[in-house]
Protein backbone atom coordinates (compact mmCIF):
# COMPACT_ATOMS: atom_id res chain seq x y z
CA UNK A 1 0.00 0.00 0.00
CA UNK A 2 2.98 2.17 0.94
CA UNK A 3 5.19 1.64 -2.09
CA UNK A 4 1.87 1.99 -4.59
CA UNK A 5 0.77 5.26 -3.02
CA UNK A 6 4.74 6.72 -3.78
CA UNK A 7 4.26 5.28 -7.17
CA UNK A 8 0.78 7.41 -7.65
CA UNK A 9 2.23 10.23 -5.54
CA UNK A 10 5.31 10.13 -8.28
CA UNK A 11 2.98 9.95 -11.43
CA UNK A 12 1.20 12.54 -10.49
CA UNK A 13 3.88 15.10 -9.91
CA UNK A 14 4.81 13.58 -13.01
CA UNK A 15 2.28 14.64 -14.82
CA UNK A 16 1.16 17.93 -13.62
CA UNK A 17 1.97 20.96 -15.59
CA UNK A 18 1.98 23.28 -12.36
CA UNK A 19 3.15 22.38 -8.25
CA UNK A 20 0.58 20.01 -6.51
CA UNK A 21 0.32 21.33 -2.54
CA UNK A 22 1.17 18.85 0.25
CA UNK A 23 -2.37 19.05 1.35
CA UNK A 24 -4.13 18.06 -1.61
CA UNK A 25 -1.96 15.24 -1.86
CA UNK A 26 -2.24 13.96 1.51
CA UNK A 27 -6.43 14.58 0.96
CA UNK A 28 -5.94 12.60 -1.89
CA UNK A 29 -4.42 9.72 -0.78
CA UNK A 30 -5.92 9.99 2.88
CA UNK A 31 -3.04 10.59 4.75
CA UNK A 32 -1.16 13.27 6.67
CA UNK A 33 0.76 15.70 5.01
CA UNK A 34 3.51 14.69 7.20
CA UNK A 35 3.02 10.86 4.98
CA UNK A 36 3.22 13.13 1.91
CA UNK A 37 7.01 14.77 3.13
CA UNK A 38 8.07 11.30 4.62
CA UNK A 39 7.24 9.76 0.96
CA UNK A 40 8.92 12.71 -0.90
CA UNK A 41 12.19 12.53 1.43
CA UNK A 42 12.13 8.80 0.15
CA UNK A 43 11.07 9.50 -3.53
CA UNK A 44 14.22 11.92 -3.60
CA UNK A 45 16.80 9.70 -1.42
CA UNK A 46 15.70 7.05 -4.53
CA UNK A 47 17.14 10.01 -6.74
CA UNK A 48 13.75 11.80 -7.90
CA UNK A 49 14.23 15.21 -8.70
CA UNK A 50 10.78 16.55 -6.43
CA UNK A 51 10.92 20.19 -5.96
CA UNK A 52 8.78 22.30 -3.49
CA UNK A 53 8.19 25.94 -3.26
CA UNK A 54 5.38 27.89 -1.52
CA UNK A 55 3.26 26.39 -4.32
CA UNK A 56 3.88 23.08 -3.42
CA UNK A 57 6.23 19.93 -5.38
CA UNK A 58 6.58 19.10 -8.54
CA UNK A 59 9.25 17.61 -10.79
CA UNK A 60 11.34 20.16 -12.41
CA UNK A 61 11.04 19.60 -16.77
CA UNK A 62 14.49 18.66 -18.20
CA UNK A 63 15.91 21.29 -20.11
CA UNK A 64 15.27 21.20 -24.00
CA UNK A 65 16.22 23.42 -27.13
CA UNK A 66 12.33 24.41 -27.55
CA UNK A 67 12.36 26.40 -24.17
CA UNK A 68 13.67 29.81 -24.45
CA UNK A 69 15.29 30.66 -21.10
CA UNK A 70 16.42 33.42 -20.01
CA UNK A 71 17.53 35.60 -17.27
CA UNK A 72 17.56 38.79 -15.90
CA UNK A 73 18.85 40.82 -13.12
CA UNK A 74 17.48 43.38 -11.02
CA UNK A 75 17.98 45.64 -8.16
CA UNK A 76 15.04 47.10 -5.95
CA UNK A 77 13.47 47.00 -2.33
CA UNK A 78 10.22 46.40 -0.87
CA UNK A 79 7.01 44.26 -1.26
CA UNK A 80 5.07 46.61 -3.72
CA UNK A 81 8.59 46.43 -6.48
CA UNK A 82 8.09 42.52 -6.10
CA UNK A 83 4.72 42.61 -6.72
CA UNK A 84 5.08 44.79 -9.52
CA UNK A 85 8.06 43.14 -11.14
CA UNK A 86 6.58 39.32 -11.06
CA UNK A 87 3.40 40.91 -12.66
CA UNK A 88 4.92 42.47 -15.60
CA UNK A 89 6.98 39.44 -16.41
CA UNK A 90 3.92 36.84 -15.93
CA UNK A 91 1.66 39.34 -17.66
CA UNK A 92 3.65 38.99 -21.07
CA UNK A 93 3.74 35.50 -20.74
CA UNK A 94 6.98 34.42 -18.91
CA UNK A 95 7.05 31.67 -16.77
CA UNK A 96 9.12 32.77 -13.74
CA UNK A 97 11.38 29.54 -12.94
CA UNK A 98 13.47 30.68 -9.66
CA UNK A 99 15.03 33.81 -8.07
CA UNK A 100 18.80 33.80 -7.89
CA UNK A 101 20.98 36.27 -5.09
CA UNK A 102 24.91 35.84 -5.08
CA UNK A 103 25.52 35.88 -1.73
CA UNK A 104 29.48 37.56 -0.43
CA UNK A 105 30.12 34.45 1.72
CA UNK A 106 27.61 31.44 0.71
CA UNK A 107 28.03 32.06 -3.18
CA UNK A 108 24.85 31.51 -5.26
CA UNK A 109 21.58 30.69 -3.72
CA UNK A 110 19.00 29.52 -6.19
CA UNK A 111 14.94 29.29 -4.94
CA UNK A 112 12.65 27.44 -7.44
CA UNK A 113 9.91 29.45 -7.76
CA UNK A 114 7.52 28.03 -10.81
CA UNK A 115 5.50 31.02 -11.84
CA UNK A 116 3.47 30.59 -14.42
CA UNK A 117 0.19 32.50 -14.03
CA UNK A 118 -1.78 35.33 -11.99
CA UNK A 119 -3.51 33.29 -10.10
CA UNK A 120 -0.16 31.39 -9.11
CA UNK A 121 1.89 34.71 -8.29
CA UNK A 122 -1.12 36.27 -6.33
CA UNK A 123 -1.00 32.69 -3.93
CA UNK A 124 2.38 33.70 -3.83
CA UNK A 125 2.03 37.00 -3.21
CA UNK A 126 0.09 36.52 -0.23
CA UNK A 127 2.01 33.40 1.36
CA UNK A 128 4.52 36.00 1.46
CA UNK A 129 3.08 38.84 3.09
CA UNK A 130 1.70 36.47 5.46
CA UNK A 131 5.33 35.24 6.35
CA UNK A 132 7.84 36.98 8.73
CA UNK A 133 10.74 36.29 6.66
CA UNK A 134 12.39 38.66 4.31
CA UNK A 135 12.46 38.41 0.78
CA UNK A 136 15.80 36.82 -0.77
CA UNK A 137 17.02 39.53 -2.42
CA UNK A 138 17.36 41.21 1.03
CA UNK A 139 20.69 39.16 1.47
CA UNK A 140 22.39 40.98 -1.37
CA UNK A 141 20.45 44.55 -0.81
CA UNK A 142 17.71 43.93 -3.16
CA UNK A 143 20.21 42.24 -5.99
CA UNK A 144 18.99 39.51 -7.43
CA UNK A 145 18.01 37.27 -10.85
CA UNK A 146 15.26 35.94 -12.28
CA UNK A 147 15.73 32.96 -14.37
CA UNK A 148 12.44 32.84 -17.18
CA UNK A 149 11.03 30.52 -19.75
CA UNK A 150 9.18 33.54 -22.23
CA UNK A 151 7.27 32.31 -25.52
CA UNK A 152 9.76 34.57 -27.64
CA UNK A 153 12.52 36.97 -27.88
CA UNK A 154 9.97 39.68 -28.56
CA UNK A 155 8.75 39.47 -25.84
CA UNK A 156 11.66 38.88 -23.23
CA UNK A 157 12.25 42.12 -25.44
CA UNK A 158 8.93 43.73 -24.43
CA UNK A 159 9.54 42.29 -20.55
CA UNK A 160 12.97 44.06 -20.58
CA UNK A 161 11.90 47.82 -21.50
CA UNK A 162 9.14 47.22 -18.84
CA UNK A 163 11.32 46.67 -16.08
CA UNK A 164 13.80 49.70 -17.14
CA UNK A 165 11.18 51.91 -17.28
CA UNK A 166 10.47 50.72 -13.73
CA UNK A 167 14.04 51.89 -12.92
CA UNK A 168 15.12 48.20 -11.67
CA UNK A 169 16.80 46.39 -14.66
CA UNK A 170 20.79 46.16 -14.30
CA UNK A 171 21.20 43.59 -16.91
CA UNK A 172 19.40 41.00 -19.05
CA UNK A 173 20.55 37.85 -21.06
Not at 38 to 51: C, E, G, K, S, V
Request: net charge negative.
Amino acid sequence: MTEKRREDLLKILQESRSPVKGSSLAGKFKVSRQVIVQDIAILRARDMHIMANSNGYYIQKPSSAERNIKTVFVKHGGFDEIEKELQIMVDMGAKILDVIVMHPIYGEIRCPLEINSRYELNTFLEESSKSSAAPLASLTNGEHIHTLEVPSDEIFEKIIEALDEMGILVEAD
